[in-house]
């Protein structure tokens, strides 16, 4: 079973500056089968980018994913106060699916 | 607009049983795979299980494989969790998913509000 580790767990960062997220796989993973997740408090999870780069619609161009093979990263050009919450990455293996443990970005 | 709505959730004890239900709209359900996903409280996500767009295709996490079914009624437009010999560490919030894809890459575009699940004697 392939696993993702997110780092760091959790981001604390002012509106306006750069969020940089790391997602690595303990094994090489199809970039098309790599996926960002955000999930607000009582909210379920919003699919953010899919393909490791391409963002879901209705999602900002400050949302970016980039990477390959087992390292993926998903930045946010500049924090607007709504991107304060939990991401998550994903990948699709055969048969299952994996989550991150997730990295909270939080305002400082 | 496609909408997922689950229900079923409740206080179970241990050893007990549950079905959980995710009723479908605003897309042609028998001809999309299906998904489970929980959530233990505080904790991340933990994809259960996945049926695949024929109905008949199911796959399970090794946490709940051989006590937990997911099946479709298609008439119906649902999924359903059948859980059972349910265990405190099931206690979760329980979120259908549906798939989406684009190209090569598959990845869930919507996702249900959840249902929460309390296994606790």
């Known amino acids: 079973e392939i696993v993702l580790t997110q780092s760091p767990g959790t981001l604390s960062l002012s509106p306006g500056e750069r969020a940089t997220l790391s997602c690595r796989a303990s094994?090489?993973?199809?970039?098309?089968?790599l996926v960002w997740y955000q999930q607000k408090p009582g909210q379920a999870p919003r699919l953010l980018i899919y393909g490791a780069s391409s963002r879901a619609t209705g999602i900002p161009d400050r949302f970016s994913g980039s990477g390959s093979g087992t390292d993926f990263t998903l930045t946010i050009s500049r924090l607007e106060p709504e991107d304060f919450a939990v991401y998550y990455c994903?990948?699709?293996?055969?048969?299952?699916?994996?989550f991150g443990q997730g990295t909270k970005v939080e305002i400082k | 607009e496609v909408q997922l709505l689950e229900s079923g959730g409740g206080l179970v004890q241990p050893g007990g049983s549950l079905r959980l239900s995710c009723a479908a709209s605003g897309f042609t359900f028998s001809t999309y795979a299906m998904y489970w996903v929980r959530q233990a409280p505080g904790m991340g996500l933990e994809w259960v299980s996945t049926l695949g767009d024929n109905g008949a295709s199911a796959y399970y996490a090794d946490s709940v494989t051989g006590r937990f079914t997911i099946f479709r009624d298609t008439s119906k437009n649902t999924l359903f969790l059948q859980m059972n010999s349910l265990r405190v560490e099931d206690t979760a919030i329980y979120y259908c998913?549906?798939?989406?894809?684009?190209?090569?890459?598959?990845?869930?575009?919507?996702w249900g509000q959840g249902t929460l699940v309390t296994v606790s004697s």
């Open positions: 994903q990948q699709h293996g055969p048969s299952r699916w994996t």
């Open positions: 998913a549906k798939v989406g894809r684009d190209g090569h890459s598959v990845y869930y575009d919507y």
């Open positions: 094994q090489s993973v199809s970039s098309s089968y």
